[in-house]
């Protein structure tokens, strides 16, 4: 194992005491509970918005906390989610007298520690805490992590937009009615052409051969619907974007196009990908409004990719390309 680190169990304390000396212009961190919060929070008449989540998965979510993003993100342990002591803590520290939304991934431990978290905060600290369980992936209906679909890249699609209307300070009951909205008009799938490794395990969480690829793989390293030969990326772009379509109609209406790499795919892969599936698309009469290609939600170090699309309407694409200042996406700031 060939990892940049000092000891596998400092991995997450140390990255975070890194992100506070990069970006402590528009971050602060509590080391002991492990939460990066916007610099300015609690901003006062603003529905404070949370997430979080298992590390590994960077920029997701700490890198998304900022104006125009997340008030807040629970950082777990590698793969692993936040207990409710940081997800309550971070609630009652973003609350602004607006209420606060919790943006949440469908895998079980993060749905369970978030539910907690929100009925300790109402209980003790008297604050509205409404919640949103994003389920986009197509590939799988339960994996090893979930029941129902996991959570994947509308996720961050879905904290760009509704993060944009909470600046503009739209209240908690239709921040949420847009969460749910952008939820349901995202589909996303992913694969692998190779596995990853959490430090502390030391070895990958899978094994692939040299010639063979993993389709519709999930975050974690889950299996996903099948093991096939390596093959070129137009058919790969094929085997992605045809059971997001059969699932959801995107004729007629603008999509957003996001086209993520999973930590170990170098971007010039990835916007080949992107020709790949900006054809099919344009063969299946679908209209990309905006597009967003990169390394977003990973896996540490594994190779693939995944693709999203999210069915949006005017705006939804206002609010994408309202101002954003965050460590992993900033643009008209």
Same mark, same amino acid.
């Given at each position: 194992?060939?990892?940049?680190?000092?000891?596998?169990?400092?991995?997450?304390? &140390?990255?975070?005491?890194?992100?506070?000396?990069?970006?402590?212009?528009?971050?602060?961190?509590?080391?002991?509970?492990?939460?990066?919060?916007?610099?300015?929070?609690?901003?006062?008449?603003? !529905?404070?918005?949370?997430?979080?989540?298992?590390?590994? %998965?960077?920029?997701? %979510?700490?890198?998304?906390?900022?104006?125009?993003?997340?008030?807040?993100?629970?950082?777990?342990?590698?793969?692993?989610?936040?207990?409710?002591?940081?997800?309550?803590?971070?609630?009652?520290? !973003?609350?602004?007298?607006?209420?606060?939304?919790?943006? !949440?991934?469908?895998?079980?431990?993060?749905?369970?520690?978030? &539910?907690?978290?929100?009925?300790?905060?109402?209980?003790?600290?008297?604050?509205?805490?409404?919640?949103?369980?994003?389920?986009?992936?197509?590939?799988?209906?339960?994996?090893?992590?979930?029941?129902?679909?996991?959570?994947?890249?509308?996720?961050?699609?879905?904290?760009?937009?509704?993060?944009?209307?909470?600046?503009?300070?739209?209240?908690?009951?239709?921040?949420?009615?847009?969460?749910?909205?952008?939820?349901?008009?995202?589909?996303?799938?992913?694969?692998?052409?190779?596995?990853?490794?959490?430090?502390?395990?030391?070895?990958?969480?899978?094994?692939?051969?040299?010639? &063979?690829?993993?389709?519709?793989?999930?975050? %974690?390293?889950?299996?996903?619907?099948?093991?096939?030969?390596?093959?070129?990326?137009?058919?790969?772009?094929?085997?992605?974007?045809?059971?997001?379509?059969?699932?959801?109609?995107?004729?007629?209406?603008?999509?957003?196009?996001?086209?993520?790499?999973?930590?170990?795919?170098?971007?010039?892969?990835?916007?080949?990908?992107?020709?790949?599936?900006?054809?099919?698309?344009?063969?299946?009469? !679908?209209?990309?409004?905006?597009?967003?290609?990169?390394?977003?939600?990973?896996?540490?170090?594994?190779?693939?990719?995944?693709?999203?699309?999210?069915?949006?309407?005017?705006?939804?694409?206002?609010?994408?390309?309202?101002?954003?200042?965050?460590?992993?996406?900033?643009?008209?700031?």
């Amino acid at each position: 194992m060939k990892k940049l680190i000092n000891d596998a169990a400092d991995v997450v304390s &140390e990255a975070l005491l890194g992100i506070e000396a990069a970006h402590s212009d528009r971050v602060r961190v509590d080391h002991d509970l492990k939460i990066i919060y916007r610099a300015d929070a609690p901003v006062q008449g603003k !529905v404070g918005l949370i997430s979080g989540g298992g590390s590994g %998965h960077e920029p997701m %979510h700490g890198g998304f906390v900022g104006p125009g993003m997340l008030d807040a993100a629970c950082c777990g342990e590698m793969f692993t989610s936040p207990v409710p002591d940081q997800m309550m803590a971070a609630t009652k520290a !973003v609350d602004g007298g607006a209420g606060v939304l919790h943006i !949440v991934k469908n895998y079980t431990g993060d749905v369970m520690n978030f &539910e907690m978290a929100a009925e300790m905060a109402a209980d003790e600290a008297g604050v509205r805490v409404e919640s949103i369980v994003t389920d986009d992936d197509v590939a799988v209906q339960d994996s090893l992590y979930t029941a129902g679909r996991r959570g994947v890249g509308v996720t961050v699609l879905l904290e760009k937009i509704v993060g944009a209307a909470a600046e503009e300070q739209r209240d908690l009951d239709a921040i949420l009615a847009l969460a749910k909205q952008v939820n349901g008009n995202g589909r996303s799938m992913g694969m692998a052409l190779t596995s990853c490794t959490v430090p502390a395990a030391g070895k990958p969480t899978f094994e692939l051969g040299e010639d &063979e690829m993993e389709v519709g793989i999930g975050i %974690h390293g889950e299996p996903g619907r099948k093991r096939l030969p390596i093959a070129p990326a137009r058919d790969i772009a094929q085997m992605l974007v045809e059971p997001i379509l059969a699932d959801l109609d995107f004729k007629g209406s603008p999509t957003i196009v996001f086209m993520n790499g999973m930590g170990g795919t170098p971007l010039i892969e990835l916007y080949l990908m992107y020709n790949e599936v900006s054809k099919i698309l344009a063969k299946s009469g !679908v209209t990309i409004a905006r597009s967003l290609v990169g390394s977003y939600i990973t896996s540490l170090e594994m190779a693939g990719c995944s693709v999203t699309l999210l069915k949006a309407d005017d705006d939804m694409v206002k609010l994408w390309d309202a101002p954003v200042n965050t460590p992993g996406l900033r643009w008209g700031c």
